[in-house]
Structure formats: structure tokens, C-alpha cells
């Protein structure tokens, strides 16, 4: 079976040819180095954020006002805010 007109040219179909197989091996080079980044990336751990809480005592006052200010953003009716 014969393509019509310019596509029968043999040039043409080497040319997307050549243009489909550098495309699949682009893709995959990319994505090769692409998810090796990721995995990299995964083994190391993210930088610690140091929370003021893990050193300091709250005193009595501070923890009441902590609770004052979670219980009105807990659920009251379904789907409201207190």
C-alpha cells in the first residue's frame, strides 16, 4: 500500500521516521533523569523547622488561649466553623 502524493517520497517517510524515533528517545531520556532526580531527592530528609513549642514551656495562660482559639475553628454544625 502506497502513501498519496509527497508522503510517497522515501526522504519523507526517513524524515518522520528519524523525527519519531529522536522524539521517544528524547522522552525517555528525560524522564529517566527526571525520576533518578526524584529518587534522589527522596533519600534525603527535608530541612528541619524548629517550632518555638519544642523548647518552650507554655504557661497556663498561653495554653488556655491556644484552646480558646482551636475550639472555634473545630466543626460545630455540619460544615461550619464556630
Known amino acids: 500500500m502506497s502513501l498519496p ?6 526522504r ?3 524524515l518522520f521516521g528519524l ?3 529522536s522524539t ?5 531520556v ?3 533523569a527526571r525520576a533518578a532526580a526524584r529518587r534522589e531527592q527522596a533519600g534525603t530528609p527535608l ?10 514551656e507554655l504557661t497556663p495562660a498561653e495554653e488556655h488561649a491556644f484552646g480558646q ?3 472555634r475553628l473545630t466543626l460545630g454544625q455540619p460544615g ?3
Not at 5 to 10: L, N, R, T
Not at 24 to 28: E, F, G, P, Q, R
Not at 47 to 56: D, F, I
Open 47 to 56: 530541612e528541619r523547622v524548629w517550632h518555638p513549642q519544642e523548647s518552650v
Open 30 to 32: 528525560s524522564l529517566r
Open 19 to 21: 523525527l519519531a524515533v
Open 24 to 28: 521517544v528517545a528524547w522522552l525517555t
Open 5 to 10: 502524493g509527497q508522503f510517497s517520497d522515501p
Open 12 to 14: 519523507v517517510i526517513t
Open 80 to 82: 461550619r466553623l464556630r
Open 69 to 71: 482559639v482551636v475550639s
